[in-house]
T-cell receptor, first 111, second 114 residues
Framework: GEDVEQSLFLSVREGDSSVINCTYTDSSSTYLYWYKQEPGAGLQLLTYIFSNMDMKQDQRLTVLLNKKDKHLSLRIADTQTGDSAIYFC???????????FGKGTSLLVTP | DGGITQSPKYLFRKEGQNVTLSCEQNLNHDAMYWYRQDPGQGLRLIYY???????QKGDIAEGYSVSREKKESFPLTVTSAQKNPTAFYLCASSIGTEANYGYTFGSGTRLTVV
């Protein structure tokens, strides 16, 4: 499938904002997702955004989409130690049947 | 509560054995998926099924087999032909056949070859 790229690690201090970035190569990507995975667990859907949107906000989470640059970001406000996890970006074409995932960004929140 | 259940949580396989990983959902979801997760590799699609009695190969189907005899169940068999089966296996399901609203994941099965 097409590539979805993420940086591998991010470390932030508790109370700061975290920004996790993702780029994708497929211009047909219509649906974009952010998932969270805690150690030894499955993935939990945090939020998704359609390609006709620029921004979506849900409590502490803000998703920004720059379709021209094929860039997606997830901002977590007031990051807590419980936010430490791996965050996956994923995309799907309108005509596709399965999600294509990035390799995940490990977020470490330090006190 | 509705959800998707994978069992067992941990599984050990000897060289040359076939093993079957269970995935059951009571969400009335149409489509089901199997992914393999390796450290630093992200998730790779093994198989998916949009309707009962039909399934499609994903990117890394070699050495694996599936069945979809019931809407609720999508078991994955790791055969002896899979040369490097040690990994974390994740099952997922989605509303509709095109997963536009994303997946619900199970909690995973960790398979280790001994």
């Amino acid at each position: 499938g097409e590539d979805v790229e993420q940086s591998l690690f991010l470390s932030v201090r508790e109370g700061d904002s975290s920004v996790i970035n993702c780029t994708y190569t497929d211009s047909s990507s219509t649906y974009l997702y952010w998932y969270k995975q805690e150690p030894g667990a499955g993935l939990q859907l945090l939020t998704y955004i359609f390609s006709n949107m620029d921004m979506k906000q849900d409590q502490r989470l803000t998703v920004l989409l720059n379709k021209k640059d094929k860039h997606l970001s997830l901002r977590i406000a007031d990051t807590q130690t419980g936010d430490s996890a791996i965050y996956f970006c994923a995309e799907k074409e309108d005509s596709g049947y399965a999600l294509n995932f990035g390799k995940g960004t490990s977020l470490l929140v330090t006190p | 509560d509705g959800g998707i259940t994978q069992s067992p949580k941990y599984l050990f396989r000897k060289e040359g054995q076939n093993v079957t990983l269970s995935c059951e959902q009571n969400l009335n979801h149409d489509a089901m998926y199997w992914y393999r997760q390796d450290p630093g590799q992200g998730l790779r699609l093994i198989y998916y099924s949009q309707i009962v009695n039909d399934f499609q190969k994903g990117d890394i189907a070699e050495g694996y087999s599936v069945s979809r005899e019931k809407k609720e169940s999508f078991p994955l068999t790791v055969t002896s032909a899979q040369k490097n089966p040690t990994a974390f296996y994740l099952c997922a399901s989605s509303i509709g056949t095109e997963a536009n609203y994303g997946y619900t994941f199970g909690s995973g099965t960790r398979l280790t070859v001994v």
